[in-house]
């Protein structure tokens, strides 16, 4: 017995049944979800959605009555990731794939080297020829399929096969983004570097995650060095990884504010997405750092609408005396519309500033009469408060504490780290904002929302993608590799989530408002 699949263009397929993985996973393997941003077994993206063409499983989920709506679900459809691989016939419709956008130049040619930044949910890359960047691109990594954060991902790294796989999904786009090159430049590839967490250096290079997967959590590799990723390509060099969730990234991070720069100390360089990752520099020999579970929210990905960052995906949200209005990035919209994480900390952040929505993430009545009429849009979705948004999409009880747990984690690794180091927020002389929210979120709202204590957004830069510069640099100046690798000396790391208070001092940060 196999699962059959019909697809959205015709074509049937059959797909051996995978015992203990979800209906999702199978499929996902199969490559027919490539590019799809899967929030991997959370029942939040819709993505995974399915018809059962006969015998539907019994009952169903109610977060799929939430996403699908009752007369679907009395349809046969279902979410795949809440259903086990077994037999079936289904019907898939046709992908919502996330785009891959790329710039580039076309009056160069020559040798080049590739910088890669592998993120938990995103890729970055850019060509460098000449010592000058060529052409650049992002994209969704392609192993989100197999868990949509960093400890689910480690656990299907638990097996040799699940290793297999997730290094193959990677190191096979790296190669495909060198054969690109070289047919553009009509060179070679002379030069790799490749940054991204603990966790992700682990899986690339195909190690055994286990002293990643399970408390105590310890680092077993430490990097450094170059290493050999597959055939036809150059030794790829791996910034040093600092701590079990503070990797290479931050090592590039470093190199691209200190050793490329001239900063002032102390700072705190914040790469936040998946995992959120944190160092507080106080001086150019002495750092502490310490990293935080966040989930994709913040890369788009797990939210009831949530997208990642493509052509006419929300970005920020204004009112005006209309009501709500969308800012999109350019492109052709997508049929299926959604937020960026910076939107909807912009959409948060623009009703808690109106009394839409209170400290304690409840939906309010408005403080003026506009207020009012946007709080009228509030309604019930299966039995869950939500607000009607416009541009096809609605803001849920749900999607608003994922944003207050993402905003609980930041304020806590923030709070503990100036505690450790003696210092209150205004001796920080900058905050560098990098990763998801490093280039368009509003400084503003990081405010409203209690990410940053008042008035510290005048202080605040928003860093941009820097770990995808610093690996630049890696490959550029070999002085930026005895930077990174002084690094690990100079370095004191916090075990936040071994602290037996965590739980607690978390729990006290799951309010819009900044606690010290």
């Known amino acids: 017995m196999s699962i059959l699949i019909h697809t959205h263009d015709g074509e049937r397929i059959a797909l051996e049944p995978r015992e203990g993985e979800t209906l999702a ?17 959370l029942g939040k993206c819709g993505l995974c959605r399915v018809r059962y063409v006969s015998d539907p499983p019994p009952g169903f989920n109610r977060q799929e009555l939430k996403k699908l709506g009752r007369e679907a679900v009395y349809g046969g459809w279902r979410l795949a990731c809440l259903h086990e691989s077994v037999p079936c016939e289904i019907e898939l419709p046709e992908p ?58 480690l656990a299907a790294a638990g097996t040799a096969e699940g290793r297999f796989v997730l290094r193959a999904l990677v190191t096979d786009r790296i190669i495909e983004l060198v054969n690109m090159a070289r047919g553009v430049l009509g060179g070679g590839c002379t030069g790799l570097a490749v940054s991204g967490n603990s966790a992700m250096v682990y899986i690339l290079l195909g190690r055994k995650p286990d002293d990643l997967a399970a408390a105590p959590y310890e680092l077993s590799y430490t990097a450094g060095e170059e290493k050999k990723l597959g055939a036809g390509l150059p030794a790829a060099y791996i910034a040093p ?13 470093l190199a691209a504010i200190e050793y490329g720069g001239e900063p002032q100390y102390p700072f705190l360089l914040a790469d936040l997405g998946t995992n959120g990752e944190f160092i507080l520099a106080l001086s150019p020999d002495k750092r502490l750092c310490a990293s935080v579970p966040m989930g994709p929210a913040l890369e788009g990905v797990g939210l009831s609408f949530g997208r990642t960052a493509g052509p006419g995906a929300i970005t920020k949200f204004t009112l005006t005396p209309k009501g709500l209005e969308a800012g999109r990035i350019e492109g052709e919209s997508p049929e299926t519309p959604g937020m960026t994480g910076t939107g909807y900390l912009s959409l ?22 506009l207020a009012a009429r946007l709080a009228d849009r509030v309604t019930d979705i299966e039995g869950e408060p939500a607000l009607e948004v416009g541009e096809g999409v609605s803001l849920p009880a749900s999607d608003v504490e994922e944003i207050l747990k993402v905003k609980a984690a930041f304020n806590l690794a923030m709070s503990v780290l100036l505690k450790e180091a003696g210092i209150g927020p ?3 002389k900058a905050i560098h904002v990098a990763g998801a929210l490093g280039e368009h ?9 209690g990410f940053l204590p008042p008035g510290m957004g005048a202080r605040t830069v928003r860093a941009g993608n820097t770990s ?5 640099l890696l490959l550029t100046d070999p ?6 690798e002084a690094l690990p000396k100079s370095l004191t790391a916090l075990d936040l989530a071994g602290d037996d208070a965590f739980g607690g001092e978390y729990m006290k940060r799951m309010r819009f408002t900044y606690v010290d």
């Open 25 to 41: 996973r199978t499929i996902f393997l199969s490559r027919l979800w490539h590019g799809v941003a899967l929030c991997s077994g």
């Open 96 to 153: 919502v794939r996330t785009k891959r956008a790329v710039q580039g130049r076309t009056d160069v040619s020559g040798d080049f080297v590739l910088a890669v930044d592998l993120g938990t949910t995103s890729i970055h890359w850019s060509v460098l020829s000449g010592g000058e960047r060529v052409a650049s691109g992002q994209e969704l990594n392609p192993q989100t399929g197999m868990g949509s954060e960093v400890m689910s991902r």
């Open 241 to 253: 990884l600092l701590a079990p969730f503070v990797g290479a990234d931050l090592s590039a991070g």
């Open 348 to 369: 948060v952040a623009i009703l808690l500033r109106h009394g839409v929505l209170g400290d304690a993430g409840q939906f309010g009545r408005g403080t003026t009469p």
């Open 426 to 428: 205004t001796a920080l």
């Open 441 to 449: 979120v509003g400084l503003d709202d990081l405010e409203t929302l």
């Open 468 to 472: 995808l510069r610093g690996t630049e």
């Open 479 to 484: 002085g930026a590799r005895d930077f990174v």
